[in-house]
């Protein structure tokens, strides 16, 4: 795997960025040689068991000091945190630290827009070879993503677009929900633990697919819903990354429960908890039902970012830096 460095554009001020990799280093060692010269091994480093144990080395043995360097190092603004820093005593605190998002991440007013569900850095596909987005068969395989014992939600999403959301670890790690409407299904595949670093994204073919995730099914075509057909929200566990807490609160963070089957949800509402490490989200959208924000397809295309994925795939793919509950979509309108 070469290791070039990686960019990304922020979002507010079209400015590209150089991100340092968490673990660049072993990450290239598990995915190139690792991966080639022990098998064995490898898949025991990206097991359930050894994610758990990496995540509670790295984030509860800590205490203030190294939490402080994290914060810095990490540029995390304590001015939106709900607890104290006294509070925010281990890495594993901070990683799960809840925000004051209905200050800070204002959400926009029209019914039909689609919002991102995480501080992120997103990229846009699309699973139809006429479409200038086509990525198939890159981050994921649509049929193994979803189950494939779900063949009526694969054919829903046959030809539609996507947008994976990337994680990294200074992030906030609560997930939202990116559209109004009621769930159709809920569910849980087992995989592996790979790392979403880019550079093994691009060594892995289609990663998504293979690391155990939660699929949330939302249909949007309901009274007060966003109107944009059938919404597939994909919650994907990376390496470290010991669970996914399912935590819907329709007010702040108060009175969490567990999304069911039959539920309605509201956009923007805190949906679940990724527990430390790096994950990724992803949204599958109906053929011909969203249009994409622009300014996201043209820092996708920017041709001055230096991107793995672009570097992988052959296809400018440059990742823009973005907030929770910001617009990524609207609705095409029939």
Known sequence: MTRIQHQYVERETGTVHTEALHSDEAVNMLYSLAREKA??????????????????????????????????KCRVDLSECVEPLERLDTPRKIFERQIRYWEHRPMPDNPEAVVS??????????????????????????????????PHFISAFRDGDFAIFRLTPDKYHYNHIPVSGIVLDIYEIPGRYHSCNPGAVVHVVTPCSKNKRVVT??????????????????EIVALMIGDIVQAYSETKYENPRRVSPGMSLSKGAAKSLYRPGSSTDLLLFQKGRISFAADLIANMRRSDVQSRFSMGFGIPLAETDLKVRSLIATAVRK
């Open 39 to 72: 098998p064995t091994m490898f898949r025991a480093l990206t097991s359930a068991r050894m994610s758990r144990l990496l995540g509670h080395l790295n984030y509860d043995f800590s205490g203030v000091p190294f939490g402080k360097r994290f914060l810095r």
């Open 117 to 150: 569900p995480a501080d992120s850095r997103v990229i846009l596909g699309s699973l139809s070879e006429t479409s200038l987005f086509f990525v198939k068969d890159k981050f994921f395989d649509l049929d193994e993503l979803l189950g494939i014992d779900k």
């Open 217 to 234: 099914v939302i249909d949007t075509d309901v009274e007060n819903g966003a109107g944009v057909g059938l919404v597939a929200m994909i």
